[in-house]
């Protein structure tokens, strides 16, 4: 179950920790937002330096789809709705940014970069598209409405922002990470604000930034209960045809497209981790689908050959706004970036701009509107707490998750315990495989 991103790619090796060593700056998680905040701390001559518990660019970063757009479903609109024009510009001028950057960083490594038009597409809600059409354009952005699509169904249109950008995620990192000072194989045992313990030493530290994919420090930020986890299913096809752009559902759970060369990237049918979405009527049962994905995506190319066929995962914040800045309002010098909401790479790089400067005590524009202190009072928040609630307080459970005590499900086709409170996954040997769990679960029946 591997990524087309991890064929044919030899990432760089770095050394394990050994000793006890003092840096400004320790950022924990090498995935593409640790990478991108230690490239510009290592650009601008910071102390610094990255642990990664097993390689960097193995975890949730080799599962994207890696599109880079503004166009991050009909999100405009709501923002304008809910949070107000400021928030809602910002948010817009936030994502145009880090195009930009990865625009001007992709041209200078060989990591299969292209202009790509995104479109948004409905199978029926025209109404949808219009009013993101309307959102954005009182926002000041460029997009028009058009009518046919490449798609291999009827739509009612879509939304298309032209110019937007696709890539591959580990030949960016692999370059970007030359002579970076990282340590793979070094997972932290122990945290506190300013203090990182290892198996084989520790690190202290002035700042901390934790990009973990999901925060592990429970004792700070709520994030167990800010924080939801989505399972999604990918394939790659041969002898598909070019949709000539990226393309995404208007509506939560739906498919998204793109070309990488000769291959043509399906992805969809979110759900939230440890619960079944398909019913398997022949047994009787539900099923977490990626069965179920492949063989829908193979009636819609029938012609096709299957070249790859992997899961990928991600955190969900209440509001749709990833939350970018101080753990919390009470740890000054512990920063995070969470809850990207399948939009990791363009919120990677929002993150890694918005955490250095603030490491280095500069102002960034974009930092209040992402702050992790902001507001929890959204509808999902009640949602999280009643999953939360029911998982901890089920009695029968056999097996409990490591993180908080959640009884956890059983994949019985990716043959892994899954935690549907929080989004921890283990092996069945009861390895850790997906966080904020950070140790294994007893294999007791």
């Not at 689908?289 to 009636?299: C, P, S, T």
């Amino acid at each position: 179950m591997q990524s087309i991103w991890t064929e044919h790619i030899q990432m760089p090796e770095f050394p394990k920790l050994d000793s006890d060593i003092r840096t400004k700056v320790l950022i924990i998680g090498g995935g593409m937002t640790g990478i991108l905040c230690a490239y510009f701390l290592h650009q601008e001559g910071a102390d610094y330096c990255l642990l990664e518990q097993a390689d960097i660019g193995g975890g949730t970063t080799c599962g994207t789809t890696a599109k880079i757009t503004v166009l991050q479903g009909a999100i405009y609109d709501r923002l304008l709705k809910k949070e107000g024009m400021e928030t809602a510009a910002l948010y817009l001028k936030a994502t145009e940014q880090a195009k930009k950057q990865y625009r001007a960083l992709g041209h200078q490594v060989d990591c299969d970069m292209e202009e790509k038009d995104a479109y948004l597409y409905a199978r029926t809600d025209r109404g949808l598209l219009e009013r993101e059409l309307t959102a954005i354009e009182r926002l000041g952005h460029p997009a028009e409405f058009v009518e046919q699509t490449k798609l291999p169904f009827e739509t009612a249109g879509a939304l298309c922002c032209r110019n937007q950008l696709q890539f591959h995620p580990l030949k960016f990192m692999d370059k970007l990470a030359e002579g970076l000072h990282i340590y793979e194989q070094t997972k932290v045992k122990e945290m506190t604000e300013y203090f990182a313990v290892t198996e084989n030493g520790s690190v202290a530290a002035e700042k901390v930034i934790v990009a973990t994919h999901f925060p592990f420090l429970n004792t700070r930020g709520s994030y167990y209960l800010k924080l939801y986890q989505q399972r999604a299913y990918v394939v790659a096809l041969r002898n598909a045809p070019d949709v000539d752009g990226m393309y995404m559902d208007a509506v939560p759970g739906g498919l998204s497209f793109r070309n990488a060369g000769e291959l043509l990237v399906v992805g969809g049918k979110s759900h939230r981790t440890g619960t079944a979405v398909f019913r398997d009527e022949k047994e009787k049962k539900s099923i977490c689908g990626m069965k179920a994905f492949e063989q829908e995506i193979r009636q819609l190319y029938p012609q096709t050959e299957l070249a790859a066929v992997w899961a990928a995962q991600d955190c969900m914040s209440l509001d749709g706004v990833p939350y970018i800045g101080r753990y919390s309002a009470h740890t000054p010098d512990l920063f995070v970036a969470a809850g990207y909401n399948k939009w990791g790479m363009t919120g990677s790089m929002i993150a890694a701009q918005i955490l250095c400067d603030l490491v280095q005590e500069r102002e960034n524009e974009f930092s209040h509107i992402f702050s992790p202190s902001r507001s929890i009072l959204k509808s999902q928040l009640a949602k999280n707490i009643g999953s939360a609630a029911k998982g901890m307080l089920n009695l029968w459970g056999k097996k409990r998750c490591s993180h908080m005590g959640c009884v956890l499900k059983w994949n019985r086709e990716e043959q892994v315990w899954e935690c549907p409170c929080h989004g921890s996954r283990f092996d069945k040997e009861g390895e850790v495989l997906d966080n904020p769990a950070m140790k294994r679960i007893k294999n007791k029946t």
